[in-house]
């Protein structure tokens, strides 16, 4: 049904938003939990730096990313050198700028729904001599799964489609870095390429839909708007 | 890290190789192809024909050959940032100038030009005066930062027409955006580039504009670092007569401005 080069395309597509996903998640929790609990100097910056990627245009996010991640960049060269991770015009790179660009929506419903968690329980665990680590495992966690599935699920949707950060920071190669929306981006610069185009753009279309159908579906479930948890 | 090295060790001997050989020797026997496919940096308006080319080119020398499509203008930047190009095909000889000023160090060779095009009015009407063509709502690319767009401009001011059919104009983000509005019939007219009319057969060519209006419309390349003696077949082959030809088949002009 799909040639050679549309499987390439759609494999590293998963390939840089599972990638994406897998290092974001945690960090994004992290970050949620911290604005949700606790007060510190700089919270406001924080939430306003997590927030910056949605609001600020794709193409500054690529090119900052570019200046300090690139070849010549100071962290770009500084992880190189130190752990041999290489962003530049790979993959990786690929997945930084889907990473970034989905953080925001990591964090939000992250965030809700561990503000909604009530904190009489974590209190109860508390006196009956649970550590903090397992309070986070046993009560926190679970009770924030909806949030962090629904916050996972957009997340990889967006960055299953991003385009501009991507595009401006690691170029448009062919295997490496033509993502999803980079091959339809190319498709289309070619009046032979609308065909083509039109398959790839279909399956976005059913992957972009279904990610944000799953991702209502669970939030309708969250603690904090319905009652499924009393059920 | 092992990987740049062994790439930079490849450049190296290609380089090497490519200065003991004469130049007039490069057929598929001579041609040692990189360990990873030539990766050529081109704006989006050659997609099509850079394509082309390059698969001539493979076809002709097993190399394969990976081509990276974005504005002139991002790519420029990367090139800049270190990204691992051989080759950069510029829509203008403007980022070309500021890759000479701003990565020196990148570039191993003159900037060559490849092709020229041309401006049109297009649309389904008879041909007419540009006045009378552009009397109602026309597209045109946004002379405020795209470049076609500022070409138009500037030729329209020199016709001395601007500021009537100004009010009538719609800036798009692209000159391909303006062909299609031009091919749904949105707009009557759209000035578009020639190579970009010949795509859309419905619309015919209902003005040219007189090159002396306007600056030069160069596509340029320049080789980068790193292209070895594949990088620099490709640019012969591109710039040579069989590349002149497939250039010419996409409607580009000859580098001095002949169909």
């Given at each position: 049904m799909l040639t050679t080069e549309e499987l390439t395309i759609i494999g590293l597509s998963l390939k840089v938003a599972a990638a994406a996903m897998a290092v974001a998640l945690p960090v994004a929790f992290f970050t949620a939990y911290a604005l949700a609990n606790w007060r510190f100097p700089g919270r406001g910056l924080l939430q306003a730096v997590t927030t910056l990627p949605l609001v600020l245009p794709p193409v500054v996010t690529g090119y900052i990313l570019l200046i300090w991640?690139?070849?010549?960049?100071s962290a770009g060269a500084f992880l190189r050198d130190t752990i041999g991770l290489e962003f530049a015009f790979r993959w990786t790179g690929a997945a930084l700028a889907a990473g970034v660009m989905a953080f925001p929506l990591l964090v939000r419903p992250m965030r809700l729904s561990l503000e909604a968690i009530d904190r009489g329980l974590e209190e109860a665990a508390e006196t009956l001599g649970a550590g903090r680590l397992r309070i986070l495992v046993t009560i926190v966690v679970p009770l924030a799964m909806p949030g962090i599935l629904a916050g996972g699920i957009l997340g990889f949707a967006k960055a299953l489609g991003e385009f501009g950060a991507t595009i401006t920071f690691v170029s448009n190669i062919p295997g490496e870095t033509r993502t999803l929306s980079l091959a339809i981006y190319s498709l289309l610069q070619s009046p032979s390429g609308d065909a083509a185009a039109l398959r790839l753009i279909s399956f976005s279309v059913v992957l972009a839909l279904g990610s944000v159908l799953l991702s209502e579906w669970i939030s309708a479930r969250l603690p904090a708007n319905g009652k499924a948890r009393d059920e | 890290m092992t990987g740049i090295f062994a790439r930079r060790a490849v450049a190296m001997l290609a380089l090497l190789t490519g200065a003991l050989l004469?130049?007039?020797?490069?057929s598929s026997e001579t041609l040692k192809c990189g360990d990873r496919p030539l990766l050529v940096f081109a704006a989006a308006s050659l997609t099509d024909v850079i394509e082309a080319a390059a698969a001539a080119f493979t076809a002709a020398t097993e190399c394969p050959v990976a081509i990276s499509v974005a504005g002139s203008s991002v790519l420029a930047r990367q090139i800049e940032a270190g990204?691992?190009?051989?080759l950069f095909l510029s829509a203008n000889s403007e980022w070309v100038t500021w890759l000479e000023t701003n990565?020196?160090?990148?570039?191993?060779g003159p900037p060559r030009v490849l092709a020229r095009n041309r401006l049109v009015v297009v649309g389904?009407?008879?041909?007419?005066e540009i006045a009378d063509l552009l009397s109602t709502r026309f597209a045109m690319a946004d002379p405020a930062h795209v470049p076609a767009g500022m070409y138009a401009k500037t030729a329209l001011e020199a016709l001395g027409v601007w500021t009537d059919v100004a009010s009538n104009a719609i800036f798009t983000e692209n000159v391909r955006l303006a062909l299609s509005l031009a091919e749904r019939g949105d707009v009557s007219t759209a000035i578009v580039y020639a190579t970009d009319a010949r795509m859309e057969p419905g619309l015919n060519v209902l003005y040219r504009f007189d090159d002396?209006?306007?600056?030069e419309i160069r596509y340029e390349a320049v080789l980068l670092t790193g292209a070895g003696e594949t990088g620099g077949a490709f640019l012969d082959m591109l710039a040579g007569p069989e590349g002149q030809e497939i250039l010419a088949k996409y409607g580009f002009l000859a580098p001095d401005g002949t169909p």
């Open positions: 991640f690139g070849a010549n960049g | 004469s130049p007039s020797t490069g990204a691992p190009a051989t990565a020196a160090e990148r570039i191993s389904r009407a008879d041909p007419a002396a209006n306007y600056p």
